[in-house]
C-alpha cells in the first residue's frame, strides 16, 4: 500500500511540480519510511518555494540532528527562530542539541584520579562544560522572554546558573519557577 501510496503523490508531483502540499505529503511518506535523507531533499525543495516558513527549518533541523549533522542542525533550528521568534520547540531542540555534549564530559569528569595531569585535564573539561552552558543561557533567557512559564525552560537554566554558581541567576528562576506553577 505505501508503495501505492508513494506512486501516486510521485505521480501528481511530477504533474504539479510546484505544489507545496504534494511536496510535503511525499516528504511525510519518507519520514514514516525512514528514509531520511529523501526527506531532508524533499524539504529543502518546500523551502526553496516556502524560504518563510519556519516549521520547514525546524523539521531539517531534527532531521540534521537524527542524522548526526549538528552543525546543519544548529543553523536550521537558528533559522527557524529568527522566522518564527515564538517557536518554542526551536530553542527547546537547539538547547538540547548544545547539551548533547555534556554527557561525554561530565562522563570523563568521572572517570579521572587525581594526579596533577588529571587534576588539569578535570580543569580544561569543567571550562568547556561550562562553555556549553553559557551558550545555552541567551537561548533559554531568549524563550523565557516569549514563554514565561515554560518550566522546562526555567528548571533547565536555574540548574545551569546553580551549576556556574551564579546565585542571582539561580534564584530569579527559582522565583519564575514557583510564580509558574
Not at 58 to 78: E, H, I, P
Not at 89 to 113: C, F, K
Not at 136 to 160: F, Q, R, V, W, Y
Amino acid at each position: 500500500q505505501r508503495e501505492m501510496a508513494i506512486n501516486a503523490v510521485q505521480e501528481a508531483c511530477e504533474a504539479n511540480p510546484d505544489d507545496l502540499n504534494l511536496i510535503l505529503t511525499e516528504a511525510n511518506l519518507y519520514i514514516e519510511l525512514g528514509d531520511k535523507e529523501r526527506f531532508k531533499s524533499l524539504i529543502s525543495q518546500a523551502i526553496a518555494q516556502d524560504p518563510n516558513n519556519a516549521n520547514l527549518y525546524f523539521n531539517l533541523g531534527v532531521v540534521n540532528a537524527d542524522l548526526g549533522d549538528k552543525d546543519a542542525a544548529r543553523t536550521y533550528y537558528q533559522k527557524a527562530i529568527e522566522l518564527d521568534p515564538n517557536f518554542e520547540a526551536s530553542y527547546l531542540n537547539l538547547v538540547a542539541l548544545i547539551l548533547e555534549g555534556e554527557a561525554a564530559i561530565v562522563e570523563e569528569m568521572n572517570s579521572l584520579g587525581t594526579s596533577r595531569k588529571d587534576n588539569m585535564r578535570y580543569d580544561e573539561l569543567k571550562k568547556v562544560r561550562e562553555g556549553l552552558y553559557k551558550e545555552c543561557i541567551p537561548i533559554l533567557k531568549g524563550l523565557i522572554t516569549i514563554s514565561s512559564d515554560n518550566e522546562e525552560a526555567i528548571k533547565t537554566l536555574m540548574n545551569i546558573y546553580g551549576t556556574l554558581g551564579d546565585n542571582q541567576g539561580y534564584m530569579e528562576m527559582k522565583k519564575l519557577l514557583e510564580g509558574a506553577e
